[in-house]
Nanobody, 125 residues
Framework: QVQLAESGGGLVQTGGTLRLSCASS????????MAWFRQAPGQEREFVAG?????????NYSESVKGRFTISRDNDKDTLYLQMNGLKADDTAVYYC?????????????????WGQGTQVTVSS
């Protein structure tokens, strides 16, 4: 089992920045690909960014966040990050981290067995 806990969400103005964190416990963090997904009210959960297991040499981003968001991992701290710059109102959502054993950071939610509870990000215009 892997337990995931997101933090760092909040209220920010358009153009602002936030850094989300996802702390992992349980099974070995480095053996899991990690990803961020988000879900806005009335919408389906969507992929934001993913990073491969171990050294995180493979990263994937959705087109909507590419160039603004950066995903990274610190295996020594068992923590995943999402640096969000240039935030827009459309980025408002609950953000979830997810883990996939020996994965490559796929954009498919079905490949992730473990999920956190989410953290709210609200961008005001």
């Amino acid at each position: 089992q892997v337990q995931l806990a997101e933090s760092g969400g909040g209220l920010v103005q358009t153009g602002g920045t936030l850094r989300l964190s996802c702390a992992s416990s349980g099974r070995i963090f480095a053996l899991h690909a990690m990803a961020w997904f988000r879900q806005a009210p009335g919408q389906e959960r969507e992929f934001v960014a993913g990073i491969s297991w171990n050294d995180g040499s493979i990263v994937n981003y959705s087109e909507s966040v590419k160039g603004r968001f950066t995903i990274s991992r610190d295996n020594d701290k068992d923590t995943l990050y999402l640096q969000m710059n240039g935030l827009k109102a459309d980025d408002t959502a609950v953000y979830y981290c997810a883990a996939d054993y020996l994965g490559l950071g796929s954009p498919k939610a079905s490949e992730y067995a473990y999920w956190g509870q989410g953290t709210q990000v609200t961008v005001s215009s």
